[in-house]
């Protein structure tokens, strides 16, 4: 049942990334050149420079290619002392907007000086209580039916390539940078071709398609999703929202072959201020000690793409409708639904490798749970999102660990934590 897409250029035995769709790619940073998708609302041109949290950014075809390859060797990680100027090249942004990349036009020296300094975001409540997989061991995940615009629906984000996001404010989100970055169109390609060959279609998607297709897209989000209902219309960079991911994350795509170092900048902010919907709720946030996460329970929510039948389920008409069979997120995955699945360990803790920036544990995870939260809390506590994941090694699942750099990134690229 591991089905996953692997990294394009990058060593595939020891790397798997939790997208249906999301595939960092070898390609370049711009994405202006793509053809846009259907959008939630009106394409508008794409501008020359967009201003965004009193920043300017750039649009990434504007900068010369050997400047863009300076950009993103300046963001590779070394091993020289971290000073402020090589952190600012590290998270200088790149920002999605209106299905154009755009690179932050200066490197952003505070926000370093700020996360060196020890400066976090500390915990953020939850807006209101709510309820509630690659699978180790026996499969404990189940099915959270829920009313969709009843909490927990209206935390989670549901986007049309396979991914999930997470409210943490009434206007900012929280995904992974690789559900953003080079992603492809699934019904066009197949949820888990990896060999970049145009001809699959939507007859032979799933884990045995054997061609795909060269369709990048820009994911559109919705919220509050249950099966075929949807909370909130889609909504997306190729119209309202703004989504911001650190340069280090496509040079660490481009140089490195380990999930530990693809983790530690799979982040994305998701600044939907522009966007018109109401929500019910959303996650708190908290930074976590070694000792706290090690002693936590935590609980990973997510719209897993294409789900194997859950242990003593088979033949069950509810999960399983056939014995054997695969069951999507929805009636027609990707596009016209999922459904909430759920699971819960005691067994995380820091990661093996980045340690300040990953956790890793044996939360059950699939494909199209990547982004989605790893959350301290239960029913009718406080639901604190302590990471967000990432994707997983032969023995463990890996989450990117939300820390002081993540949540002074997230500040720095949205409205959270201060949106109404």
């Known amino acids: 049942m591991r089905y996953f897409k692997k990294l394009v250029g990058v060593s595939s035995s020891i790397v798997a990334v939790l997208a249906v769709g999301g595939i960092p790619g070898c390609g370049n940073v711009s994405g202006g050149d ?16 967009i201003n965004s949290s009193g920043r300017a950014f750039v649009r990434a075809d504007l900068f010369d290619s050997a400047e863009r390859a300076r950009i993103l060797e300046e963001a590779a990680d070394d091993t020289q002392p971290l000073t402020a100027e090589k952190l600012a090249a590290q998270l200088r942004g790149q920002m999605l907007a209106n299905d154009t990349w755009y690179i932050e036009k200066e490197p952003p020296l505070e926000l370093a000086r700020k996360i060196l300094a020890g400066d976090a975001i500390q915990s953020t409540p939850e807006s209101t209580p709510q309820e509630g997989r690659r699978i180790i061991g026996a499969d404990n995940r189940t099915h959270t039916t829920v009313a969709y615009n009843l909490a927990p629906s209206t935390y989670l984000g549901f986007s049309q390539i396979g991914c999930t996001a997470n409210l943490i404010g009434t206007r900012s989100a929280v995904t992974a940078a690789h559900c953003v970055f080079e992603t ?18 939507a007859s032979t998607v799933g884990p045995n398609a054997t061609v795909c297709g060269s369709n990048r897209v820009y994911a559109r989000w919705r919220f509050g999703v249950e099966d075929t209902y949807g909370y909130t219309g889609w909504m997306g ?29 799979d982040y994305a902010a998701v600044d939907l201020s522009a966007c018109s919907f109401s929500t019910l709720g959303h996650y708190g946030t908290s930074i976590l000690t070694d000792q706290q996460i090690l002693d936590a329970t935590v609980r990973d929510d997510g719209y897993p793409a294409r789900a194997t039948c859950p242990n003593n389920t088979v033949g069950n008409a509810t999960d399983c409708p056939a014995s054997g069979a695969f069951r999507y997120s929805g009636s027609s995955a990707p596009f016209t639904g999922a459904e909430i699945w759920t699971a819960s360990s005691s067994n995380v803790q820091k990661g093996s490798t980045n340690p300040t920036h990953t956790i890793e544990g044996d939360v059950d995870t699939s494909p199209g749970d990547s982004g989605s939260a790893l959350y301290t809390g239960g029913s009718g506590v406080n639901r604190q999102l302590i990471g967000t994941l990432t994707g997983h090694t032969s023995t463990t699942n890996v989450w990117h660990r939300w820390n002081t750099e993540t949540s002074n990134f997230i500040d720095a690229n949205s409205l959270f934590p201060s949106d109404p």
């Open 184 to 201: 492809r169109d699934p019904l066009t390609e197949g949820f888990y071709c990896d060999n970049g060959t145009v001809g699959s279609t």
């Open 34 to 49: 793509s053809e846009p998708t259907a959008a939630d609302s009106e394409t508008v041109a794409a501008a020359e420079v």
């Open 237 to 265: 960079a190729s119209g309202c929202a703004k989504i911001t991911i650190p340069s280090s994350y496509i040079s660490a795509v481009h140089n490195s072959s380990s999930i530990y170092d693809l983790s530690r900048w």
